[in-house]
């Protein structure tokens, strides 16, 4: 891929990468899956042992895509490496997948949570939230096409609510009475150990909790600072993640202990109730909605980008390909983007079962490429050893294998789950329909050799 004069610009400064990055991680799921890994470890120890390996896996991967990001930017990101590594068939797939469901459906069933939350102030009638989930992707689609200055703007704001709200949470979780003084005994760190079964639930929770920090590597052509940036991007969020993720449990096990947390439906209502009264249980809703608006516009932002990345790469999806340099962005593809995500939406309010399925469960397409690009590491060491590497994964091959293994074990949880739920089928077709596509731009692309 050559360079041209309209390819992305070094637009973006590190406070606003960074800022996308915990957009995309720190959404609705801080505010559920504590209650859940609480309830599965049933010990105060385990519990935050599960987060800190959560972390420590994340951190891996990062380190990875720190390297990848600093030998090959560009804004193609995961697309582009897995294009260098494995050609650019595979590639196609998997950014297929993400244009099609992956991305796109994200953005959808988040803007229904959003939509949710404001039916409770606005009711639009009978399709409430899906009319203001149409709203906020056209709303927030067209934030991102006005320019990336605009975009990185808007999210650092909103991320900076959504942090002030996490922290209001925290210190009402440690400034109510202890909960294991008042009514239970002093908890016992690693009394006992759950099975080694019910460990890798967790995990699985917790690594779906701190996901989308692998989006960085869309933003490796952008940061201000060349490609060493990246990791400092990488860094910064996942510290400022693990320590909100960190501070959010422990103050929730001292306010609920670990049975009222393990029990508890919506233990951040709970505990700013405590502490706040009415209005408190009132702000978890507003901070629901804000990290949902916060990763749909992070998500918009990285998965048009992928789009970008196709474009310049097949002669039939050129127009994919076109960066509007002035305003730092991919237009055509933001409004590929939207229209997927819309038709999304509307097949949603009819179907939710099956809309939520066939998100759901594409987990194990994209862990499986997840474990394509923790591989790319050692191929593309391999086969370009003459590139320069400004940044390098520490303790090599160590770091990698360990990422390459916590991908290949999370897609065949999600494989096992899928197949639970007898919705293997839906990662099949959507494969298969990738597939077909990949086999008509080859057959035009023949066609144009010999025209």
Known sequence: MDARSDDPRHLLHTTGAVAIVVGIVVGAGIFKTPAMVAGITQDHGWLIAV???????????????????????????????????????????????????????????????????????VDLGAHSSALWAVAIIIVLTVTNILGLTIAARLQTAMVLLLVGGLAAVVVAGFAVP????????????????????????????????????????YLSAEVHGGPRAVARVLMLSLSLITALYLLANLALLHALGLAGLATSKAAGAEVLGRHFGAWGERLLGVLVALAALTSIHSTMIVGARSNYALGRDWALLRHLGRWQAGRGTPVNSHVLQMAISLALVVFGAFQADGFEAMVEFTAPVFWTFLFMVGLAVFRLRRRHPGVARPFRVPLYPLTPLLFCAACAWLAWSSVSYAAIRAAVHVSLLVMLAGLVVLGGLLLHERLARHA
């Open 51 to 121: 987060w800190l390996a959560g972390a420590l896996v994340s951190l891996a991967g990062a380190l990875c895509y720190a390297e990848l990001c600093a030998a090959h930017p560009h804004a193609g990101g995961e697309y582009h490496f897995l294009c260098r590594a494995w050609g650019k068939h595979l590639a196609f797939l998997y950014a297929w997948s993400k244009a099609m469901v992956i991305n796109t459906g994200s953005i959808a069933l988040l803007a229904y949570v959003f939509g949710d939350y404001m039916t409770r102030v």
């Open 178 to 217: 202890a909960a294991g003084l008042t009514t239970q005994q002093a908890p016992t760190w690693f009394a006992s150990t759950p099975p080694v079964g019910m460990l890798g639930l967790a995990m699985v929770f917790v690594l779906l909790t701190f996901g989308g920090w692998n989006e960085a590597a």
